[in-house]
């Protein structure tokens, strides 16, 4: 059965480009209810450990640069379905292909700088919010 929690960051190219509040306001239209949210800023090590998956991928060195580059918000959002629900919402990894109307299509500017991260997985959405957030299951 899938469960009803996800985890999202907004990255910095939308933080930095004032589309956080925008963005969140789709996400609770959406149906997501938040369940827990900060703002903070990575270091280039921490967005390291995040994307520790794709450590052997070309693009990851840019990345955690671009990841530690500005201000994120991190949260954990609940509601039926939750981790594909929200990849329907954000849309596909890179703009150019993202359905019209998500977040990505009306927010991202390149395939790195994408705007949103949503988790792929209910594990990986487990493992996402507790990397941020102690004693989600409090929440
Ligand atoms: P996320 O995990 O951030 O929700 P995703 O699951 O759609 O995104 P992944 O394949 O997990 O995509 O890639 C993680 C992130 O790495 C992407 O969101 C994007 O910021 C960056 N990225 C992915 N592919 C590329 C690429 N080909 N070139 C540059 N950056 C990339
Ligand atoms: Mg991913």
Redesign the pocket.
């Given at each position: 059965m899938a469960g009803n929690r996800t985890f999202t960051?907004i990255?910095p190219d939308a933080m930095g480009a004032g589309n956080a509040g925008a963005i969140l306001k789709m996400i609770e239209e959406a149906g997501f209810r938040i369940v827990a949210m900060k703002v903070t800023h990575l270091t280039k090590e921490r967005a390291g450990q995040f994307?520790e998956?794709?450590k052997e991928?070309?693009?990851y060195n840019?990345?955690c640069e671009?990841?530690s580059s500005g201000a994120i918000i991190a949260a954990i959002l609940e509601k039926d379905n939750a981790v594909a629900d929200f990849r329907t919402l954000?849309g596909?990894?890179?703009p150019a292909d993202a359905a019209e109307g998500t977040i990505r299509k009306l927010f991202a500017t390149?395939?790195?700088?994408?705007a949103?991260?949503?988790?792929?997985s209910d594990e990986n959405a487990a493992i996402e919010g507790s990397f941020y957030f102690a004693k989600t299951e409090q929440f």
């Open positions: 960051m990255k994307y998956v794709h991928r070309p693009f840019d990345l671009y990841m954000i596909a990894t890179n390149s395939i790195e700088a994408n949103v991260h949503g988790s792929d």
